[in-house]
């Protein structure tokens, strides 16, 4: 089994920055892709933003251009720079990432959220 452990939200004003960050453990794994989702009270999660293995990503429109995602293969961390928050950032941020263990058994498995809070 894989857990995914978040860190890095927090309140920030309207223009400021956070840097999200993800860790993945367990034993075993091999991750395909990794990323972020979040979710505003009332709203469906979406994407945020998703990286591969080989490091290609995908952004939600809303985001391109503001934040960045990254990834450390070598300690199975996946990163997320917020620039230039807005108000509409609010939500809790959740960590995600598709995995391959023994057998090639497939799985995703979902971080337990981060609260990011911008003010206007």
């Known amino acids: 089994q894989v857990q995914l452990v978040e860190s890095g939200g927090g309140l920030v004003q309207a223009g400021g920055s956070l840097r999200l960050s993800c860790a993945a453990s367990?034993?075993?794994?091999?991750?395909?892709?990794m990323g972020w989702y979040r979710q505003s009270p009332g709203k469906q999660r979406e994407l945020v933003a998703i990286?591969?293995?080989?490091?290609?990503?995908t952004y939600a429109d809303s985001v391109k251009g503001r934040f960045t995602i990254s990834r450390d293969n070598a300690i199975n961390t996946v990163y997320l720079q917020m620039n230039s928050l807005k108000p509409e950032d609010t939500a809790v941020y959740y960590c995600?990432?598709?995995?391959?263990?023994?057998?090639?058994?497939?799985?995703?498995?979902w971080g337990q959220g981060t609260q990011v809070t911008v003010s206007s």
């Open positions: 990286i591969t293995s080989g490091e290609s990503t």
């Open positions: 995600y990432a598709y995995y391959s263990t023994t057998y090639s058994l497939k799985f995703n498995v």
């Open positions: 367990g034993s075993s794994f091999s991750i395909y892709v």
